[in-house]
């Protein structure tokens, strides 16, 4: 299997631009998380998705963040309009849960963002 | 809530010498407990993992045991190598859960 498959790998945008990350996981798998690693706050959970369905988006950011999930294999995170604070390295990372038990997540190469 | 506090960094060693990166952490109930890393560039990886007290996981000359008593995981390496530098992270979840809750982080440097 390919891993977890993250595009773009690097993203340069000005203020106000918006902003897409992609993310396709691990064929199989049910569960789909998007973080946010930053110096200041480090690693940070901003949603995660269990059969395409968003689960907890609490450590969204604010509105002007979005994340869809329109089939298995693919999930989209929005920034619009972007800001010079969203700069961060985004990682998605996925899971197949089955049951109550804790399945490993396996983690992509991340996007790293910089808005100017 | 949940929360994971570990040694501060960076820690920088010489090649073959003994580590401990301390970890500590607050959560209900019975959590089950990892190390993961992310060597430079890349995402992160889980390194070991425990998920009851008393266990102990282990991997690549790693290894860390669950105590419930003093709630900690502390990383423990008896000869670390430069291929190890990369940074270590301490995270747990509880059970039926799939929220990771993550440490800061500790940077790790290998000198030859």
């Known amino acids: 299997d390919a891993g977890v498959i993250q595009s773009p790998r690097h993203e340069v945008t000005e203020m106000g631009q918006e902003v897409t990350l992609r993310c396709k996981p691990i064929s199989g798998h049910n569960s789909l998380f998007w973080y946010r690693q930053t110096m200041m706050r480090g690693l940070e959970l901003l949603i995660y998705f269990n059969n395409n369905v968003p689960i907890d988006d609490s450590g969204m950011p604010e509105d002007r963040f979005s994340a869809k999930m329109p089939n298995a294999s693919f999930s989209t995170l929005k920034i619009q309009p972007s800001e010079p604070r969203d700069s961060a390295v985004y990682f998605c990372a996925s899971s197949l849960r089955l049951g109550l038990n804790y399945n490993e997540q396996f983690f992509g190469p991340g996007t790293r963002l910089t808005v100017l | 809530g949940n929360s994971v506090t570990q040694m501060e960094g960076p820690v920088t060693l010489s090649e073959e010498a003994f580590l401990t990166i301390n970890c500590t952490y607050t959560a209900t109930g019975y959590p089950s407990l990892f190390w993961y890393v992310q060597y430079p560039g890349e995402g992160l990886q889980l390194l070991l993992k425990a998920t009851k007290a ?57 000198i030859p």
Do not use: M, P, W
Request: one cysteine or more; charged letters at 25%; glycine letters at 10%.
């Open chain 2, 54 to 110: 008393d266990d102990k996981g282990s991997n690549k000359g790693f290894e860390a045991t669950y105590r419930k008593e003093t709630t900690s995981f502390h990383l423990e390496k008896g000869s670390v190598q430069v291929s190890d530098s990369a940074v270590y992270f301490c995270a747990l979840i509880n059970f039926g859960n799939e929220k990771l809750t993550f440490g800061t982080g500790t940077r790790l440097t290998i």
